[in-house]
Nanobody
Framework: VQLQASGGGTVQAGGSLRLSCAIS????????MGWFRQAPGKEREFVAG????????DYADSVKGRFTISRDNDENTAALQMNSLEPEDTAVYYC??????????????????WGKGTQVTVSS
């Protein structure tokens, strides 16, 4: 199973970016999908998650109302729409897949597969 994140870049504060995550090797519908980020010198943290069916979502308080997670099981992709970006959002962003059986457990240690990160830089 491979996850590939893309869509990172550099944007000014207040701008938007859309991250995508493609999964290969297994059907996306087998997994809850999450986005995490890690800034320099900080631990990896949960950003947003979506259930395997797409019927439920969860967000970190810091991104609520600004970020939207979605998924398309037919296309085997997940996405993170990031609006009103702030310099504090600067980090490497990772997509990850968690087993459906663990439910909404968004601890990084609970995720089963990880993609390589994509850099998001927000300038002030």
């Amino acid at each position: 199973v491979q996850l590939q994140a893309s869509g990172g870049g550099t944007v000014q504060a207040g701008g938007s970016l859309r991250l995508s995550c493609a999964i290969s090797g297994r059907s996306l519908s087998m997994y809850n999908m999450g986005w995490f980020r890690q800034a320099p010198g900080k631990e990896r943290e949960f950003v947003a998650g979506v259930s395997w069916s797409g019927g439920a979502t969860d967000y970190a308080d810091s991104v609520k109302g600004r970020f939207t997670i979605s998924r398309d099981n037919d296309e085997n992709t997940a996405a993170l729409q990031m609006n009103s970006l702030e310099p504090e959002d600067t980090a490497v962003y990772y997509c990850a897949a968690g087993l459906r059986s663990i439910g909404f457990n968004w601890r990084p240690s609970a995720m089963y597969y990880w993609g390589k990160g994509t850099q998001v830089t927000v300038s002030s």
